[in-house]
């Protein structure tokens, strides 16, 4: 059955912004930038039980590019800063990042000149996951938030 049987002569209205935002929250394409031991977990969530293909954001992207969420996973030391700055400056708008980690969202339980204490200090973050390392529901939890945000913003926004 086709769109035009079933609506007639209908027409639905919607905000471009509603729309867009629709989209985008439903099609993260994410750049892991995985340091550290969070990096198991991360993984574990990737695997099947947790089925993160619903909320759309299954598919990893190696190139920044092609990546709008950034996940910082695990430690992040003063060499690393630079890079991490380099990498979140090749993706394009729009683009979000998330802290996965105690390390990443505070330097964790390391308090020495060689770490950063928390990713915040190098880029814009947008969703912090606690945890040491964060459960696969915390991550779900956090991109559920994500989604939230995404769909409170507007095209017409510039970060
Ligand atoms: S938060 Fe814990 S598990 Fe994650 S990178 Fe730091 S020490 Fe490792």
């Given at each position: 059955m086709g769109l035009e049987t079933i609506f007639g002569n209908s027409y639905i209205t919607t905000r471009l912004d509603a729309a867009i935002n629709w989209a985008r929250k439903f099609s993260f394409f994410q750049y892991p930038f995985v340091t550290a031991c969070c990096g198991m977990e991360f993984m574990s969530t990737w695997a099947?039980?947790?089925?993160i293909a619903r909320f759309g954001a299954e598919y990893p992207r190696f190139s920044p590019r092609q990546a709008d969420v950034l996940f910082v996973v695990g430690t992040v030391n003063q060499k690393l800063a630079p890079i991490l700055k380099r990498v979140y400056d090749q993706m394009c708008e729009p683009k979000w990042v998330v802290a996965f980690g105690a390390c990443a969202t505070s330097g964790g339980f390391y308090d020495n000149y060689?770490?950063?204490?928390?990713?915040d200090r190098i880029i814009p973050v947008d969703i912090y996951i606690p945890g040491c390392p964060p459960r696969p529901e915390a991550v779900l939890d956090a991109l559920m938030k994500l989604q939230d945000k995404v769909s409170r913003e507007s095209v017409m926004d510039k970060k």
């Open positions: 099947s039980t947790y089925d060689a770490v950063v204490d928390g990713i």
